[in-house]
């Protein structure tokens, strides 16, 4: 969930942006231009795939996809999110100017957290690979949903129980992102398996 | 300055507003600065808006989260009780914090929906360049945006072929394996393309320069505009400081 405009504070603000700031910086700066291109269509990929709308009991949620652009692009999920949202500020009014920084830092970090953990299970076979994707979605997720909460928690105090409300709305989000992640690279797997070994 | 004279506007100038007015809004700590300026914003978009429906409708949908503050912050938030229904106990200052947030949020969003209504992203990635913006970051903004309609289409066709054969969305595992299939063939096509693209500007001089054709030239009027915008921004500054820390 993006946080919208006018509700965290400016310090809250200040970090998302110097955090965000550093990230981009780092990703950019081991990214040549034959991967930026790679980089801007998985961007673009993220960006669909926010518009798919996934069936889920009653209801339905829409997709992330924030750790599959961490496993295949690393620091380089920094810059790709931080486009991804602005374009989606944009289009769609989600997040904003003021929150483009915390928004960013809240999916780009766990996205690149879970490229150093989980990117060697991958190049593995069987259940090794499939557990690896599934940790991948799953924990990108939750790591985006805590970084989220945390942010709302600090900006004020009346926050706490929203964002404890947040987290909670994120578990079944979870599971749904670990299960499609882990069939999709299921899929990579049986019909492209070079895509998944990461040497970077 | 009619919707006419913004399509004229330096997008620099746009832009430079539109962040400025975010950064200074979301400082305001006053429900009284705050309501002043959502009142600014709505004569901005009244007298700037190219459509005023259109406008609403997209402020509509971005209130979603504002929502979701209303329904969870005024009966969690600890404080002195203003309004009890059954167990649930309503706070006086959950509730102004509530009406803060959406003041400022829909303040913030009326400017920014008005300053980049007409703005193009071929604009708006020029201004970002002027304005310093790596290019690198650019290039990666242009990109993006170039390659969202070429996968939206593919993702289409899944879907058409999809329903061709009689797939249909429901919560079941053969759902998510459908679904799970159809984006691992987007990220693998994506990726291939990809390659393609990079290679096609290798073989078209592509040597990490990029170039943008459209000028950019900044006029007195932009200048008056973005200063007489920081102004205002900053009265509601001073002012939000002043009553808050005069406890007015």
């Known amino acids: 969930m993006h946080i919208s405009e006018g509700v965290l504070s400016p310090t809250v603000l200040a970090c998302g942006y110097a955090l965000t700031a550093a990230g981009t910086y780092l990703g950019l700066r081991r990214t040549d231009y034959s991967r930026l291109v790679t980089t801007a269509v998985l961007a673009s990929v993220f960006f669909v795939a926010s518009l798919v709308h996934v069936p889920l009991g009653p209801g339905s949620v829409h997709l992330v996809l924030n750790g599959l652009l961490g496993l295949f692009l690393g620091w380089a999920a920094f810059p790709a999110l931080l486009i991804a949202l602005l374009l989606q500020a944009v289009f769609f009014r989600y997040g904003g100017l003021a929150v483009l920084g915390i928004n960013t830092f809240d999916m780009a970090f766990p996205a690149v957290l879970c490229h150093y953990c989980f990117r060697s299970w991958l190049g593995k076979a069987g259940v090794v690979r499939i557990a690896g994707a599934f940790c991948c979605g799953a924990v990108s997720v939750a790591g985006a949903a805590v970084c989220t909460a945390l942010a709302l928690a600090f900006a004020n105090e009346g926050f706490v129980t929203s964002a404890r409300i947040l987290l909670v709305a994120h578990l079944p989000i979870m599971l749904l992102e670990g299960c499609i992640v882990a069939l999709m690279v299921s899929y990579i797997a049986k019909n492209k398996p070079e895509l998944l070994h990461f040497t970077q | 300055m009619s919707s006419t004279a ?238 808050t820390c005069c406890h007015v």
């Not at chain 2, 330096?10 to 700590?29: E, I, K, M, N, W």
């Not at chain 2, 009966?75 to 003041?103: C, K, N, Q, Y």
């Not at chain 2, 329903?163 to 096509?189: D, E, W």
């Open chain 2, 6 to 243: 913004m399509h004229q506007t330096d997008p620099r100038a746009l832009l430079l507003v539109a962040g400025g007015a975010a950064f200074c809004l979301s400082c305001l700590q006053s429900l009284v600065v705050s309501g002043t300026g959502l009142a600014l914003a709505a004569i901005f978009a009244c007298v700037c808006a190219p459509d005023w429906r259109s406008l609403l409708k997209r402020l509509l949908l971005a209130n979603l989260f504002v929502l979701f503050i209303w329904l969870t912050v005024p009966w969690t938030m600890p404080g002195t009780d203003i309004l009890i229904i059954g167990p649930v106990h309503f706070s006086r200052e959950g509730l102004l914090l509530a009406m803060g947030v959406t003041l400022k949020c829909n303040a913030i969003l009326l400017i920014f929906l008005t300053l980049t209504a007409d703005m193009g992203l071929l604009q708006m990635g020029c201004a970002l360049q002027k304005l310093h913006m790596p290019v690198k970051l650019v290039f990666l903004l242009l990109f993006t945006y170039r390659y969202i309609h070429v996968i939206a289409e593919e993702w289409k066709k899944l879907q058409t072929a999809a329903a061709l054969r009689g797939f249909m969305m429901q919560t079941s595992f053969h759902t998510y394996k459908t679904i799970g299939n159809m984006l691992g063939l987007t990220v693998i096509n994506s990726i291939t393309r990809s390659h393609r693209i990079y290679e096609a500007m290798l073989l078209r001089g592509f040597s990490g320069d990029f170039y943008l054709t459209t000028e950019l030239k900044a006029r007195r009027r932009d200048i008056i505009f973005v200063s007489s915008c920081f102004f205002v921004l900053a009265c509601l500054l001073c002012a939000d400081l002043y009553v």
